[in-house]
């Protein structure tokens, strides 16, 4: 599920375009490095849109990538699973753009906590382009259920550490765990676009998770990735 609820405006200085007037045939979540969330419903229309990376990683090809390692879930291939780890996509010989898609479907497993304080949480997930020291994306997830007397609420979709339910924006919930035998996992679409027109990217998919009361913190939370798509979107 895109991040259906949130847009982001971003002036094109270069090119002095407005993605503000014009209305687009789905919605997207804006991602800007100054962190500027704004919400709406229209961007300018798409001269361009350019595929230059699809792997559902069936065929277990890691070209281009760093730190991967495929398994298996549900019957099919996924990139993971990553506790306080993660990898980094390596894209070069990109064309005239102005700014990059990331679509990709995550999946959480286990006992992550969210926004929970020390020593349980919090859970953080994130992406980082380029060795930026300010992430494209960073939020928290929860897998955990509420009570009466608490709720580790996570910050999907919007950036940490805004508060919502655990499961807020999942594509779906309750699914089988990886590891755990009291665990599930919860799905997520994500879909992210940001300014770029470097002529190559890098995109680190990035993980911090704390899990102090086990004996395996793999097993306790991790996370993994499947049907990554890369796009170039030119204006």
């Avoid at 599920?1 to 200085?13: A, D, E, G, P, T």
């Avoid at 789905?26 to 100054?34: D, E, P, R, Y």
């Avoid at 897998?143 to 910050?155: E, F, H, L, R």
């Avoid at 190559?200 to 049907?227: G, H, M, R, Y």
Wanted: with cysteine; glycine share 6%; charged share 20%.
């Amino acid at each position: 599920m895109v991040v259906k609820q949130f847009k982001r405006l971003y002036s094109n200085s270069k090119k002095n375009h407005s993605l503000g007037n014009a209305l687009c045939k789905k919605k997207i979540f804006f991602v800007t490095f100054s962190i500027l969330i704004v919400l709406c419903s229209c961007i300018s229309e798409i001269d361009r849109e350019t595929l230059i990376y699809d792997n559902n990683f069936e065929t277990v090809d890691l070209t281009n990538i760093e730190g991967g390692n495929v398994t298996s879930y549900l019957g099919q291939n996924i990139l993971g699973t990553y506790n306080n780890g993660g990898f980094k996509l390596i894209l070069d010989g990109l064309g005239r753009h102005d700014y990059v898609q990331i679509q990709a479907l995550l999946y959480v497993h286990d006992s992550w906590d969210g926004n929970a304080k020390s020593p349980d949480g919090t859970d953080y997930w994130g992406v980082m382009v380029d060795s930026s020291e300010v992430d494209v994306f960073k939020t928290s997830f929860s897998n955990s259920a509420c009570s009466s007397n608490y709720c580790y609420m996570q910050s999907y979709p919007e950036r940490y550490p805004f508060l919502t339910f655990p499961g807020t924006g999942a594509s779906a919930v309750n699914l089988p765990a990886f590891c755990k035998s009291d665990g599930s996992t919860s799905a997520y679409e994500i879909d992210l676009i940001f300014p770029h027109r470097k002529s190559k990217i890098e995109i680190v998919f990035w993980d911090e998770l704390n899990q102090p009361n086990t004996n395996d913190a793999q097993c306790d939370e991790s996370w993994s990735l499947n049907n990554i798509q890369v796009k170039l979107l030119s204006f």
